[in-house]
């Protein structure tokens, strides 16, 4: 039986707000959040601290090197505990962009380590990592081995990195993304699998029961609410235009149009820049330069012109009233780096239900923090 208890969450790297929001959709109450970029803080108060969400969440716009977990410990936790950590470090040194060895001992790595300092003081009743599937590559298996380590010693159960595909939860979006699920020692666990069963798939004839279709996303489509700031996109020149009005509709490619760019002339790589999206399938991965056609699948299916930060907010699962500060380019990189808030709602509540079972709350004391 799972308790009606809303979970004490922490979030660090918390870029927008995605995380949060899933955890604040699963029934949870953030506490604080931890995020450098002054666009994305300043979204994440914005949005994260209304009062229908998190109205007393505490942003610290800090650089995590510099922030004292043991601090921050005290001020949040000062007579109960921290259920659930979340948390995504910058993933730049780990992307399957970076070629050869770049990336390997990339400063920006070591950020996760930063990350279990806070696990380590903290100790939450579980942590959940967020990373890009490049984390798992050899080159940088000394910074995730490192991290195991800390973690056993510091009491903690980790289950084996899963590769979740978002579509695979209800996200009109094809998405994968490492996530690490640490448990502290005196969670009961029995019966608990990780991760939590898909509710999507692929299209079968018959689906297999009690699953669902990917789901398409051409409700990301739909106009947008007038006035909405986010409701813009990249402008584009003549020829670029031109192009775009001889791509065909949903879904058609760059090579449709007969544009060679200058790179394509020697070979026909990158095949989906300039690309237009299909709404009838998931969409493309949302990047951090997700609202600029060059980089990717990005051009509105029929419209000529790339799609907007709304266009792309509502494809990360974010609601219309989530409005992202920092002008056209911020937004895209926020709602890229951002986790998908219906795959972050499936995942926490998944996780809430363990911590709230019978297992886990009957004949249990509160614990006091002693810091």
């Given at each position: 039986m799972e308790h009606d208890t809303k979970l004490k969450v922490a979030d660090l790297f918390a870029g927008a707000g995605g995380f949060s929001l899933g955890a604040?959709?699963?029934?949870?109450d953030v506490v604080f959040a931890v995020e450098f970029n002054p666009y994305a803080a300043s979204t994440y108060k914005r949005n994260i601290g209304k009062p229908s969400r998190s109205k007393n969440v505490v942003v610290y716009n800090d650089d995590i090197t510099k922030?004292?977990?043991?601090?921050?410990?005290?001020?949040?936790?000062?007579?109960?505990?921290?259920?659930?950590?979340?948390?995504?470090?910058?993933?730049?040194?780990?992307?399957?962009?970076?070629?050869?060895?770049?990336?390997?001992?990339?400063?920006?790595?070591?950020?996760?380590?930063?990350?279990?300092?806070?696990?380590?003081?903290?100790?939450?009743?579980?942590?959940?990592?967020?990373?890009?599937?490049?984390?798992?590559?050899?080159?940088h298996k000394d910074y995730v081995d490192e991290f195991y380590a800390q973690a056993h010693a510091g009491g903690y159960m980790i289950y084996d990195p899963v590769k979740i595909d978002a579509r695979d939860y209800g996200t009109p979006q094809a998405r994968q993304r490492v996530f690490i699920l640490g448990l502290r020692q005196d969670v009961v666990v029995k019966g608990f699998d990780w991760p939590?069963?898909?509710?999507?798939?692929?299209?079968?004839?018959?689906?297999p029961e009690?699953?669902?279709?990917?789901?398409?996303?051409?409700?990301?489509?739909?106009?947008?609410?007038?006035?909405?700031?986010?409701?813009?996109?990249?402008?584009?020149?003549?020829?670029?235009?031109?192009?775009?009005?001889?791509?065909?509709?949903?879904?058609?490619?760059?090579?449709?149009?007969?544009?060679?760019?200058?790179?394509?002339?020697?070979?026909?790589?990158?095949?989906?820049?300039?690309?237009?999206?299909?709404?009838?399938?998931?969409?493309?991965?949302?990047?951090?330069?997700?609202?600029n056609p060059s980089k990717g699948r990005f051009v509105h299916p029929t419209l000529n012109h790339g799609i907007t930060a709304r266009h792309a907010a509502r494809i990360q699962t974010f609601p219309d009233d989530f409005e992202f500060e920092g002008g056209l380019t911020a937004a895209g990189q926020q709602i890229g780096n951002a986790v998908p808030v219906v795959l972050a709602k499936m995942l926490v509540r998944h996780i809430k239900s363990l911590l709230t079972s019978d297992a886990n709350t009957e004949n249990t004391i509160p614990r006091v923090r002693v810091i």
């Open positions: 604040i959709d699963a029934g949870c922030l004292d977990p043991a601090v921050i410990a005290r001020k949040h936790f000062p007579n109960a505990e921290c259920d659930l950590l979340l948390g995504g470090p910058p993933c730049q040194g780990f992307s399957r962009h970076r070629i050869k060895n770049a990336g390997v001992a990339d400063p920006r790595n070591a950020l996760i380590h930063e990350y279990f300092g806070f696990v380590r003081t903290l100790r939450p009743r579980a942590f959940l990592m967020e990373n890009v599937p490049g984390m798992l590559w050899p080159r939590p069963p898909p509710t999507h798939c692929e299209r079968r004839d018959p689906m009690g699953l669902e279709p990917w789901k398409e996303c051409s409700s990301a489509f739909l106009p947008a609410t007038e006035g909405d700031m986010n409701d813009v996109h990249m402008q584009h020149g003549q020829t670029l235009i031109e192009a775009f009005a001889s791509t065909p509709h949903n879904g058609g490619s760059r090579h449709q149009s007969n544009r060679t760019l200058d790179c394509h002339k020697d070979h026909d790589g990158h095949k989906d820049v300039y690309g237009r999206i299909n709404p009838n399938k998931p969409a493309p991965t949302m990047t951090t330069a997700c609202i």
